[in-house]
């Protein structure tokens, strides 16, 4: 084994404990704080609030989230296509949050959360299964965006909107939660992407171990949302 893919190993050992940590530290942290007196803030005031929440409801509260834009990013781990299929989720997550929000649809959290962890499970085992990435990931990614968005809502619903400023609110917050992501994907791009991604043993050192533990994680998760 060469220097480079002692550290290499060294760099999974290291990653692999960062999710473990993250995943045991974030289970207190579902709960959504519920902001008050909305209604003095000024618009300015609300817009950065809103920005702010929704950033931090993918860094650092938001795990799942946060597991799902990394297996995006595992198998191709470079920016164009990642960045491709972040477009399809983004689109797809503003068009069910805005929904939700003006309740025009009324999805169950019973149903959305579990099929969000199924997501995050079924983009995993395929990094695994398959060598390369495939067109019809775009579309996939779309309709998971689309359910991911409600999980937004749901999110966005616990904390409130203040109805004088409810549209700029919400966009605020699709924004914060659209930088949190891009912080998420220029993070794995620096730390192992741009280092890693050309290397021959890139997916039987990286993408392989990695979305094992995603997807072992996203199953505790299902089973956990579904009985519990």
Known sequence: MTGLQKDTSRFIYKATGLIIL?????????????VGELEKMSKTDAAILY????????????????????????????????????????????????????????????????????????VALENIFSPRLKTSRIGIVFLFGLVHGMGFAN?????????????????????????????????????????????????SRVVIPLSILISAIAAYWTVQRIFF
Not at 22 to 34: D, E, G, K, R
Not at 80 to 109: D, E, N, R
Not at 165 to 190: K, P, R
């Open 22 to 34: 993250l995943f045991l530290v974030s289970q207190p942290l579902w709960a959504h704080v519920i």
């Open 51 to 122: 920005l702010k929440l929704g950033y931090t409801h993918i860094l650092p509260l938001g795990f799942d989230h946060i597991l799902f834009v990394l297996s995006l990013f595992l198998l191709s781990p470079k920016l164009k296509p990642v960045l491709w299929q972040a477009t399809a989720f983004t689109v797809a997550h503003c068009i069910t949050l805005g929904l939700t929000m003006y309740h025009i649809i009324t999805p169950s959290p019973k149903i959305v959360e579990p099929i969000i962890a199924l997501s995050i499970m079924y």
């Open 155 to 203: 999110a966005l619903g616990h904390l409130g909107l203040p109805k004088n400023t409810y549209l700029s609110s919400l966009v605020m917050f699709n924004v914060g939660v659209e930088l949190g992501q891009l912080t998420v994907i220029l993070a794995a791009f620096f730390l192992f992407g741009k280092w890693f991604g050309e290397k021959a043993y890139y997916r």
